[in-house]
């Protein structure tokens, strides 16, 4: 951009967050004078606020939300992706829309009039950014209350946070799109819901290469293969849907996991002591008393497991199939097949 554009898009950009701020936030007298007390408690945040965390209380629903959206531009089902740099310019840009619009449909927030949602009967807008901080935001929201959204697959973590925008918080950038970021001084006055929480972990992402290859073989019927070589492998982590669905690269993924064909998962390595724990309560109990992770919704834990005998101690225990068993360490050699789980539908 040539110096004299820079300088005339600038003053632009200054006219229009001008004429933003006395569209958006004109307060009449009464309003003005309570802005201007010193509590300056903002009622209308609050209000928010306690709704997403009435809708939340934990955030695993957003966590959910942002795993699942994830998963859903690297479709990994289709392309085999598993890394955020290998999506195109474009599918990147549209994170931030799907993220809003699958915030939406899982909480059901009403359409905002001027901004993206209604919550609590207040107009808010969603901003989502992979970058901490690179927050896009546009003339228009000036003076509206703001759901901050960023996440991170490499660091396995999400934050999610209400601001107010206001205009001394805003750098003035020179984007086409008179879009603005927030100054990193102003983020003190970000009230965060949830800040660097767990995001679901994109196990792929994070196993080292020699597993990965081990994993991912390659060829078009090689999914079952794949699956059972992800669980061997990939013990006492969670394992997220997501990831079983990649590997797999089949529409009908969860069906190499169930029982049912000798050649599935669960049956095949179970003749190598391995079990592999589902998000059924029945499952995740057992999970607990072996004292591993313990399977949230959509995700599923293995372990190579024998029976419990008086050498082990004090070490966590779970009874399946009448029979205690205990989680074996990598130098324990496997004593025989693992219990069959009971069944979910039974329990």
């Given at each position: 951009?040539?110096?004299?554009?820079?300088?005339?898009?600038?003053e632009?950009?200054?006219q229009?967050l001008?004429?933003?701020?006395?569209?958006q936030i004109?307060?009449?007298?009464?309003?003005e004078?309570?802005?201007n007390?010193t509590?300056?408690?903002?009622?209308?945040l609050?209000?928010?606020?306690a709704?997403l965390?009435?809708l939340?209380?934990?955030?695993?629903?957003?966590a959910?939300v942002?795993?699942?959206?994830?998963?859903?531009?690297?479709?990994?089902?289709?392309t085999g992706?598993y890394?955020?740099?290998?999506?195109?310019?474009?599918?990147?840009?549209?994170a931030g829309?799907?993220?809003e619009?699958?915030?939406q449909?899982?909480?059901?927030?009403?359409?905002?009039?001027?901004?993206?949602?209604?919550?609590?009967?207040?107009?808010?807008d969603?901003?989502?950014?992979?970058r901490?901080g690179?927050?896009?935001?546009p003339p228009?929201?000036?003076?509206?209350?703001?759901?901050?959204?960023?996440?991170?697959?490499?660091?396995?973590?999400?934050?999610a946070?209400?601001v107010?925008?206001?205009?001394?918080?805003?750098?003035?950038?020179n984007?086409r799109d008179?879009?603005?970021?927030?100054?990193?001084?102003?983020?003190?006055?970000?009230?965060?819901?949830?800040?660097?929480?767990?995001?679901?972990?994109?196990?792929?992402?994070?196993?080292?290469e020699?597993?990965r290859?081990?994993?991912?073989?390659?060829?078009?019927?090689?999914?079952?293969?794949r699956?059972i070589?992800?669980?061997?492998?990939?013990?006492?982590r969670?394992?997220?849907?997501?990831v079983?669905?990649?590997?797999?690269q089949?529409v009908d993924?969860?069906?190499?996991?169930?029982?049912?064909?000798?050649?599935?998962?669960r049956?095949?390595?179970?003749?190598?002591?391995?079990?592999?724990?589902?998000?059924?309560p029945?499952?995740?109990?057992?999970?607990?008393?072996?004292?591993?992770?313990?399977?949230r919704r959509?995700?599923f834990v293995?372990?190579?497991?024998?029976?419990?005998l008086?050498?082990?101690?004090d070490?966590?225990?779970?009874?399946?199939?009448?029979e205690f068993w205990?989680?074996?360490k990598?130098?324990?050699?496997?004593?025989?097949?693992?219990?069959?789980?009971p069944?979910?539908?039974?329990a």
């Amino acid at each position: 951009m040539k110096h004299g554009a820079e300088g005339e898009f600038r003053e632009v950009l200054i006219q229009h967050l001008d004429e933003a701020g006395d569209q958006q936030i004109g307060l009449s007298e009464a309003a003005e004078e309570r802005a201007n007390t010193t509590t300056h408690v903002d009622a209308a945040l609050e209000l928010v606020e306690a709704e997403l965390r009435r809708l939340d209380p934990d955030g695993t629903k957003i966590a959910r939300v942002l795993r699942d959206t994830i998963d859903q531009l690297l479709n990994g089902e289709v392309t085999g992706r598993y890394d955020w740099k290998t999506l195109m310019k474009t599918e990147k840009t549209h994170a931030g829309t799907l993220v809003e619009i699958n915030l939406q449909r899982e909480f059901q927030f009403a359409d905002g009039l001027v901004m993206d949602y209604k919550i609590a009967g207040q107009e808010v807008d969603c901003k989502y950014s992979q970058r901490f901080g690179g927050w896009m935001i546009p003339p228009e929201a000036l003076g509206h209350l703001c759901l901050l959204v960023w996440a991170d697959d490499y660091m396995s973590k999400w934050s999610a946070g209400l601001v107010r925008i206001e205009k001394d918080m805003l750098n003035i950038g020179n984007n086409r799109d008179l879009k603005l970021t927030i100054r990193a001084e102003a983020r003190s006055k970000i009230v965060w819901l949830w800040h660097c929480s767990d995001l679901p972990e994109n196990i792929l992402l994070h196993l080292d290469e020699p597993i990965r290859r081990q994993i991912l073989i390659e060829g078009t019927r090689k999914g079952q293969a794949r699956v059972i070589e992800l669980f061997r492998l990939v013990r006492g982590r969670r394992i997220w849907r997501g990831v079983v669905r990649t590997v797999a690269q089949q529409v009908d993924y969860m069906a190499r996991v169930r029982e049912g064909s000798p050649g599935r998962a669960r049956p095949k390595l179970r003749h190598e002591g391995i079990i592999i724990l589902g998000d059924y309560p029945v499952h995740q109990a057992i999970a607990a008393d072996l004292g591993g992770p313990v399977p949230r919704r959509g995700e599923f834990v293995a372990h190579r497991v024998v029976r419990a005998l008086p050498q082990h101690g004090d070490r966590p225990r779970a009874k399946i199939a009448g029979e205690f068993w205990v989680v074996a360490k990598e130098d324990e050699p496997t004593t025989g097949p693992a219990p069959l789980l009971p069944d979910p539908q039974g329990a």
